[in-house]
T-cell receptor, first 111, second 110 residues
Framework: NAGVTQTPKFQVLKTGQSMTLQCAQD?????MYWYRQDPGMGLRLIYY???????DKGEVPNGYNVSRLNKREFSLRLESAAPSQTSVYFC??????????FGQGTRLTVV | GIQVEQSPPDLILQEGANSTLRCNFS?????LQWFHQNPWGQLINLFY???GTKQNGRLSATTVATERYSLLYISSSQTTDSGVYFC????????????FGTGTRLQVFP
């Protein structure tokens, strides 16, 4: 029972490089989320998707794009990475009216 | 947007002590969860509690939705309880935005 799976777990990028963080859930949830967590701080919502085919901005969307590929998968793309995007990224899924479950996180460093 | 405030920001306890963590929110909600983030960064679901009271072992939680707050009780604390406790809420009119509070950092010493 995998739950929410994120890849990769760790990544180092150079400024200006692009990358995609992958997230997949096997709980048949409609809603999926991407958060970032900076050192010593809480989680801030980047983007969310209430259902397949829909995405909406969260609190800190600038510099990111997302794709809800199907019901299971929700990817986060950094087109041109900046040092300010160094953070731990969490993906989550839920139904909107019940518990949300989180992946293990991706630790991203931009140098 | 909805504001979520947690108190206290930091808490230091000796093993065996009890504690109460508070989460205040600024709008009516249909989803409230408590999470524990362990020292390795993993987010662990503790309670889904938009209203009422639940208990799970040494932990219990109460949400008074009409007064817009939730409490997390930890009894007989253990060193493994250390970490950061977050509450997260979603507003009642189904925005599908799960918004986190700033957290309470708990350190339990033997």
């Amino acid at each position: 029972n995998a739950g929410v799976t994120q890849t990769p777990k760790f990544q180092v990028l150079k400024t200006g490089q692009s990358m995609t963080l992958q997230c997949a859930q096997d709980m048949n949830h409609n809603s999926m989320y991407w958060y970032r967590q900076d050192p010593g701080m809480g989680l801030r919502l980047i983007y969310y998707s209430a259902s397949e085919g829909t995405t909406d901005k969260g609190e800190v969307p600038n510099g990111y794009n997302v794709s809800r590929l199907n019901k299971r998968e929700f990817s986060l793309r950094l087109e041109s990475a900046a040092p300010s995007q160094t953070s731990v990224y969490f993906c989550a899924s839920g139904t909107g009216y019940t518990e949300a479950f989180f992946g293990q996180g991706t630790r991203l460093t931009v140098v | 947007g909805i504001q979520v405030e947690q108190s206290p920001p930091d808490l230091i306890l000796q093993e065996g002590a009890n504690s109460t963590l508070r989460c205040n929110f600024s709008d009516s909600v249909n989803n409230l969860q408590w999470f524990h983030q362990n020292p390795w960064g993993q987010l662990i679901n503790l309670f889904y509690i938009p209203s009422g009271t639940k208990q799970n072992g040494r932990l219990s939680a109460t949400t008074v939705a009409t007064e817009r707050y939730s409490l997390l009780y930890i009894s007989s604390s253990q060193t493994t309880d250390s970490g950061v406790y977050f509450c997260a809420v979603e507003r009642s009119y189904n925005t599908d935005k799960l918004i986190f509070g700033t957290g309470t950092r708990l350190q339990v010493f033997p």
